[in-house]
């Protein structure tokens, strides 16, 4: 079965430096990973995917994530941090793309970007 | 366009009691899942329909849990005989097809509260 693990409850970071919220995970087939996010009060909103292709992936919000193999990990990164980037991240994994695969979330990080 | 909607947004009731729980996904959304969130817990999957049939419902806590979606589009999670530990946050989320696939777009959930 799939798992996710988000090490880091907490992550602070001042505003304009670079942030990175930590992902890896365990599948026993292809992994598709996802990045989501979740503010105050609203849905989660979808920022990014590893289906295939490039390790590197750029999604909303000048996001990006770098998926690598080895060490089964998808960290979540910008260069500049903003602080209405504050929120609670999620990273979700799914098992390859076989009929009946369902999604596993992690525990969620919560950002917080100082001024 | 507009997103996912979900009612109620609030739903308060006694224990031992049945509540309905609708979701309306994004118009042509194929896909329509729903998860459960806890306190300070990511997403957990509960059941996932592709059109109108449910492909994977292995995270249906047990019998109590139902759900439907008979024309394909809107969802509806049924429980029955509430139990305080049901309390949380439900929520929906649709996917399209394609090269789109798997992108979730989440539904701001209904928190159910059994007293």
């Known amino acids: 079965a799939q798992s996710v693990a988000q090490p880091e409850d907490q992550v602070n970071v001042a505003e304009g430096n670079p942030l990175t919220v930590k992902c890896t995970y365990s599948?026993?087939?292809?992994?598709?990973l996802f990045w989501y996010v979740q503010y105050p009060n609203r849905g989660l909103q979808f920022l990014l995917k590893?289906?295939?292709?490039?390790?590197l992936v750029k999604g909303s919000y000048g996001f990006e994530a770098e998926f690598n193999k080895s060490q089964t990990s998808f960290h979540l990164k910008k260069p500049s941090a903003l602080v209405s980037d504050s929120a609670l991240y999620f990273c979700a994994v799914r098992d390859g793309p076989s009929y009946g695969q369902n999604f596993v979330f992690g525990p969620g990080t919560r950002l917080s970007v100082l001024p | 366009g507009a997103g996912v909607s979900q009612t109620p947004s609030n739903k308060v009731t006694e224990k031992g009691k049945y509540v309905e729980l609708r979701c309306d996904p994004i118009?042509?959304?194929?896909?329509l899942y729903w998860y459960r969130q806890s306190l300070g817990q990511g997403p957990e999957f509960l059941i996932y329909?592709?059109?109108?049939?449910?492909?994977?419902d292995s995270g249906l806590p047990n019998d109590r849990f139902f759900a439907v979606r008979p024309e394909g589009s809107v969802s509806t999670l049924k429980i029955q005989r509430t139990e305080r530990g049901d309390s949380a946050v439900y929520l929906c989320a649709s996917s399209p097809g394609g090269n789109r696939a798997y992108e979730q777009y989440f539904g701001p959930g209904t928190r159910l509260t059994v007293t």
């Open positions: 329909f592709q059109g109108t049939g449910a492909a994977d």
């Open positions: 590893y289906i295939t292709g490039d390790n």
């Open positions: 118009s042509g959304h194929t896909a």
């Open positions: 599948v026993s087939g292809n992994p598709y």
